[in-house]
């Protein structure tokens, strides 16, 4: 690590673990093998349908567990995220419903659970799920399809998050395939969707038959053109993750200039996250998750850089992390979820604007544990 811990911050950080471990324990008491998502009036609840199974966010909770057992020993969190974890095998029989999302979904789960108990059944679901991503690969244009249907030419700059998946099965396996998968996605990512100015576009529809690209939709953000912060932040720790898994120096230098973007534009609107960098100054809508998986990101970034880079990166995660805690967080045991003003996208209906979102939560845990030198690289 190539910067100090502030001891203000390593207190401060101190505090919110404790608030952490009391405020997911009464979770865990009320959940059971719950899968959750956004509180409705303060509770969680479990998913809505079978084929609910399929969401994308469905791994944050037992992520979150998973970081929580390894810090704490705790065998409520590692319990609870066991009992979740078998209910995932229902998606990958029934393989059709799901997308590129198996990273976020399998990495949080089976994967966490060999990694930290040698549970060779979740060894298995691990591979088999990182079989499935490599089988999304498309080899004339170099990249993963993001989604199902007709959208045979989409990626999306979310899938920096789910390749670390492929690099974990090549060293699991010991065969290089996986890795040159995750690697030709990242170069396609980092020419298509990443822009000369630091800024990302969320969705590029790209020829199935020879990767040209045809489009860049506004997917998730004000529009196209426009910067989605979340989109960003999923840039900014993607590439830098690619980088701990390659050691190629493009993608550390793509991840530092997203977070040079990153940082001017949070710095601008004193480090209070929107959900669109690039949108018009009102309505003013807040998204926390970007900010909370930006500051993982940043904070990789201080971990890969010297000591004359990483301050940076270091500083802005700690504004982001602090300033987002003390407007939004939420620590009463009685309600669940924790970092409010997480929105799912731009346009989207009240159920998913300024909530509670589960993914907020999980990376505000792994930004913590992070700080206080107690997490695992779950990705
Ligand atoms: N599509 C994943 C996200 O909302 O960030």
Redesign the pocket.
């Known amino acids: 690590m190539a910067y100090q811990v502030k001891a203000a911050d390593r207190e401060w950080a101190d505090g919110i673990y404790k608030k952490l471990n009391s405020k997911l324990k009464a979770e865990c008491a009320r959940m059971g093998d719950w899968i959750p998502y956004i509180p409705k009036d303060g509770r969680y609840h479990d998913l809505e349908t079978p084929e609910k199974i399929f969401w994308?966010?469905n791994g944050f909770w037992p992520g979150m567990l998973w970081q929580m057992y390894n810090a704490s020993k705790d065998e409520v969190f590692r319990g609870t995220a066991e009992a979740v974890i078998k209910r995932f095998d229902r998606a990958l029989e029934m393989y059709e419903g799901l997308h590129h999302?198996l990273g976020f979904m399998w990495l949080h789960t089976a994967v966490a659970d060999y990694r930290l108990t040698g549970n060779k059944d979740s060894r298995r679901r691990g591979l088999h799920a990182a079989n499935l991503l490599a089988g999304r690969y498309n080899p004339a244009g170099r990249f993963i399809r993001a989604w199902n249907g007709d959208r045979t030419g989409w990626i999306?700059i979310?899938c920096m998050m789910n390749i670390p998946l492929l690099y974990w099965a090549s060293r699991e396996t010991d065969d290089p395939r996986f890795k040159m998968i995750a690697q030709n996605h990242a170069h396609t990512t980092n020419d298509i969707l990443v822009r000369a100015d630091g800024s990302c576009n969320h969705i590029a529809i790209l020829s199935p038959e020879t990767g040209e690209c045809l489009e860049l939709p506004g997917g998730?953000g004000y529009a196209s053109g426009s910067s989605w912060t979340?989109?960003q932040a999923?840039g900014l720790y993607g590439f830098v993750l690619s980088y701990l898994h390659t050691l190629d120096k493009k993608y550390l230098d793509t991840s530092k200039k997203i977070a040079h973007y990153f940082i001017a534009n949070s710095a601008k609107n004193e480090w209070l996250p929107l959900v669109d960098f690039r949108a018009p100054a009102e309505p003013v809508k807040y998204d926390s998750?970007s900010a909370m998986i930006g500051a993982c990101g940043l904070l990789e970034l201080a971990d890969q850089t010297g000591e004359f880079e990483a301050p940076l990166y270091y500083d802005a995660a700690i504004k982001l992390l602090r300033t987002c805690e003390k407007n939004f967080a939420d620590w009463n045991t009685e309600t669940d979820g924790i970092m409010g003003k997480g929105t799912?996208?731009y346009h989207g209906g009240p159920a998913d604007t300024e909530v509670p979102i589960i993914?907020g939560d999980y990376f505000f845990t792994e930004a913590i544990l992070r700080i206080l030198g107690k997490n695992f690289l779950i990705w």
């Open positions: 994308w966010t999302d999306i979310d998730q979340r989109g999923w998750t799912g996208s993914y």
